[in-house]
């Protein structure tokens, strides 16, 4: 499964048209990155640049030209290389480049500094990222301060640098059919790493048995984490990123389980806590009932109109209300709230944009007000609590219990979709899941 072509060439038409035909736009690949010596980590693409080329290599440059009468689209790749392929694996080439993914024109990499200062001369604005990478900065002011060199022979440079984030990031905020075509498929694979996770679980087992199952659930669909997995027993799941997933898991305890696929580049973030031994204690299903209810209520508000952060405040209520009635915090809830007494076991938000990215781009403010929720925005809600076991004033029973539920969420036109909610979360059916494989 991937984005069709048509898609591609439709997003790249949309960005060309906001840019306006006096600017150019030039979107580097993700580079390889040296893991140790000779060691590289798994190459995965530039999020913003495979949004609008679906190229799956490094060493790439795409440049966008609005207007350009031999073609808009030019992209500079890496040429075939029987030899290094042998080692490697297979180049796409600049044939493939546009046979396969539909570039204009294709340039071999190493021709870039020959080609693309003339192919900039005569735009005025330049889309481009300037920070992200020094040494490509050098490199495009040099390609600049070419074309201004020869300003007497009548060549003009780009007078403008322009980011590209702030547009290209809110067309990537509002997703096609396609996108959450992918973004189910990678639910429903995340969906079926959990209930193995949990089938399979029982007291004795480490955090890495665990984390090992969702693992084989993700590569046999052909996909990859969309972040490392978070395995918590006990304690360690008040830890809000742990990634050791090397301890033993005790009975009596619960874990928390946060892990996604990742297909196609869509991510997947999915947070489940269940019961090790398939009980939970008194104290665990009181507090794993707040946040419950907690996220019920947040999923909720998660409507057109309502702002970003209302799901957001629905949950706090709930959690505030519920860590009162349990004794864990003293006072009138509304009070309580405004003076953020509920962050001693609530400390982040209750979600984020997702998509290409797990923690996907797109403002959340504009100018200073909440950004409101519209169809086609993909976010997670996924509130918790953290009672750390080091809590002083906090009863005995609720000490070192970590609790997370997640889901992803697709705003509609009527409401909301949740992408995940197939995936148990009442009490009752957990434990009927947890260890039944």
């Known amino acids: 499964m991937s984005v069709p072509g048509s898609e591609l060439e439709r997003r790249r038409r949309d960005l060309m048209a906001a840019m306006g035909e006096d600017a150019a736009a030039?979107?580097?690949?993700?580079?390889?990155?040296?893991?140790?010596?000779?060691?590289?980590?798994?190459?995965?693409?530039?999020?913003?640049?495979?949004y609008l080329t679906g190229f799956p290599e490094p060493e790439a440059m795409a440049l966008l030209l609005p207007g350009r009468g031999e073609g808009e689209y030019v992209l500079f790749c890496r040429e075939r290389d029987p030899d290094k392929e042998v080692w490697t694996g297979r180049r796409v080439g600049q044939e493939g480049a546009v046979a396969r993914y539909g570039a204009d024109d294709a340039y071999p990499l190493a021709d870039v500094d020959e080609v693309l200062p003339g192919l900039l001369e005569g735009r005025r604005r330049l889309f481009y990222s300037l920070g992200r990478n020094s040494e490509l900065d050098r490199r495009v002011m040099g390609w600049v301060n070419r074309i201004r060199d020869r300003a007497r022979s009548g060549q003009r440079?780009?007078?403008?640098?322009?980011a590209l984030e702030p547009t290209l990031h809110d067309m990537r905020l509002h997703k096609s059919?396609?996108?959450l075509e992918l973004m189910r498929h990678a639910g429903e694979i995340s969906m079926?790493?959990?209930?193995?996770?949990?089938?399979?679980?029982?007291?004795?087992?480490?955090?890495?048995?665990?984390?090992?199952?969702?693992?084989?659930?993700?590569?046999?669909a052909n996909t990859e984490p969309a972040y490392p997995p978070i395995v918590g027993g006990g304690a360690n799941g008040c830890i809000l990123h742990y990634t050791e997933n090397d301890q033993p898991l005790h009975d009596g305890d619960l874990l928390l389980i946060d892990a996604g696929a990742e297909m196609a580049g869509y991510a997947s973030d999915i947070t489940r806590t269940f019961p090790i031994n398939a009980r939970f204690s008194d104290a665990q299903r009181q507090l794993y009932e707040v946040v419950l209810e907690a996220q019920d209520a947040a999923i909720a508000r998660a409507v057109p109109g309502n702002s970003w952060d209302d799901p957001h405040q629905a949950a706090v209520a709930v959690l505030t209300r519920g860590l009162v009635e349990l004794g864990l915090l003293e006072g009138e809830v509304d009070r309580l709230?405004?003076?953020?007494?509920?962050?001693?076991?609530?400390?982040?938000?209750?979600?984020?944009?997702?998509g290409?990215?797990?923690?996907?781009?797109?403002?959340?403010?504009?100018?200073?007000?909440?950004?409101?929720?519209?169809?086609?925005?993909?976010?997670?809600?996924?509130p918790g609590l953290y009672i750390a076991p080091e809590s002083k004033g906090v009863p005995a029973r609720f000490r070192g219990i970590?609790?997370?539920?997640?889901?992803?969420?697709?705003?509609t036109e009527e409401g909301h979709e949740v992408l995940t909610g197939a995936l148990p979360r009442a009490p009752d059916e957990l434990e009927a899941l947890v260890g039944a494989g």
């Open 356 to 382: 290409l990215d797990v923690h996907d781009v797109g403002d959340y403010k504009r100018d200073g007000e909440w950004r409101l929720l519209a169809p086609g925005m993909t976010l997670t809600v996924e």
């Open 337 to 354: 709230i405004e003076e953020d007494a509920y962050r001693q076991f609530f400390m982040h938000r209750t979600g984020h944009w997702l």
């Open 192 to 220: 079926a790493a959990h209930r193995r996770a949990m089938q399979v679980c029982r007291p004795g087992m480490h955090e890495y048995e665990v984390e090992a199952e969702l693992q084989y659930v993700f590569r046999r």
């Open 26 to 50: 030039l979107i580097p690949a993700a580079p390889e990155r040296v893991r140790n010596r000779d060691v590289e980590y798994p190459f995965r693409q530039d999020s913003d640049f495979l």
């Open 402 to 411: 970590g609790i997370r539920i997640e889901d992803d969420v697709l705003i």
């Open 157 to 162: 440079p780009p007078q403008e640098f322009v």
């Open 177 to 179: 059919q396609a996108e």
